[in-house]
């Protein structure tokens, strides 16, 4: 459960349990008393940002000077680490395990300036990702985040009754192409079916599972059909500020998000200036399983 108390930044005072405090009442805590860089060395530190993290879905650490090595270290201790698609490729430059994510005057598109979660054309989509702020712009650039179990519960029951037995594609190359890019010959991009409400891997509660980065259709409707229904589900995310909560960031600020019952939309409010970060992303573990019948797990 969450614990209370003020964030206090980094730092880790040892034998003292991290402090919790809630950004809203549906997503979102700011953790104190914890020190990404040393973080493999308090196992039941690290148990209790596990812990909060199923509490609260996004997690934010101030002040924390970590290099790229520590930032992969803090990753590793939730699973193993994911390669982005981009990276898998003959050509891929930079370390695979660290995914740029910049905007500055010659951008045309921000990184993840649409509701999403990543990668979820993967067969097993990503457990969680974990960004660390490196260049801030002087105003704006907030992350907002949702909680996509909420967004399920809070369709009405015909809705979701009709959402269960369902099944979308996601489709890695409709992302790839919003950002303007085709794939270099020879290279294909993931491209998956996973049922549109999923239970959690770890707590085994429903959550709505299509988002409009990846999701392209809903299978065994027809294309009207499909279109309609997306968008009613996208819009519900997007204007339901209720599911919602937004991240300021500084340099230096991490966000941990659990990458299976949220979604984040990267807000692009501060073109020319410059904004960069670094997320190291944690490999799924299982494919998205369906809710039962009844929209019950
Ligand atoms: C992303 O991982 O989609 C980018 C998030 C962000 O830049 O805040």
């Known amino acids: 459960m969450p614990h209370g108390g003020a964030p206090t930044g980094g730092g880790t005072v040892a034998g003292v349990a991290i402090d919790v405090t809630p950004l809203t009442p549906a997503i979102g805590a700011e953790i104190g008393n914890f020190d990404v860089s040393t973080a493999g060395d308090s196992p039941a530190d690290v148990a209790e940002v596990r812990q909060a993290l199923l ?20 990753g590793r201790l ?16 930079g370390d695979p395990e660290i995914f740029s994510v910049k905007a500055d005057e010659n951008s045309v598109r921000n990184n993840g300036g649409r509701w999403h979660s990543d990668v979820s054309c993967d067969d097993m989509p990503p457990m969680g990702s ?10 704006g650039g907030d992350t907002m985040f949702a909680n996509m179990h909420l967004a399920f519960e809070t369709l009405s029951e015909p809705i979701r009754e009709m959402l269960v037995g369902l099944t979308a594609y996601h489709d890695g190359l409709q992302d790839l192409r919003w950002y303007g890019y085709e794939p270099q010959p020879g290279f294909s ?10 239970t959690h891997p770890d707590t085994r509660r429903p959550l709505l599972f299509v988002n409009p980065a990846f999701t392209s259709r809903i299978e065994g409707l027809s294309d009207h059909e499909s279109t309609a229904l997306l968008a009613m589900l996208f819009d519900h995310v997007a204007q339901t500020p209720t599911l919602h909560c937004r991240v300021q960031w500084e340099p230096g600020t991490l966000v941990f998000w659990d990458n299976q019952c949220t979604q984040h939309f990267a807000v692009w409010d501060y073109y020319p200036h410059k904004r960069h970060g670094e997320r190291v992303t944690i490999a799924g573990t299982e494919q998205p399983q369906a809710v039962g019948a009844g929209g019950v797990a």
């Open 55 to 74: 509490d609260h879905h996004v997690l934010v650490f101030r002040d924390q000077n970590v290099d790229r090595e520590q930032h992969k270290a803090f």
């Open 78 to 93: 939730f699973g193993e680490l994911h390669i982005h698609p981009s990276k898998r490729g003959p050509d891929a430059k």
């Open 130 to 139: 974990i960004l660390h702020l490196k260049t801030a712009p002087p105003q």
């Open 189 to 198: 991009y993931p491209a998956t079916s996973h049922p549109v409400v999923v």
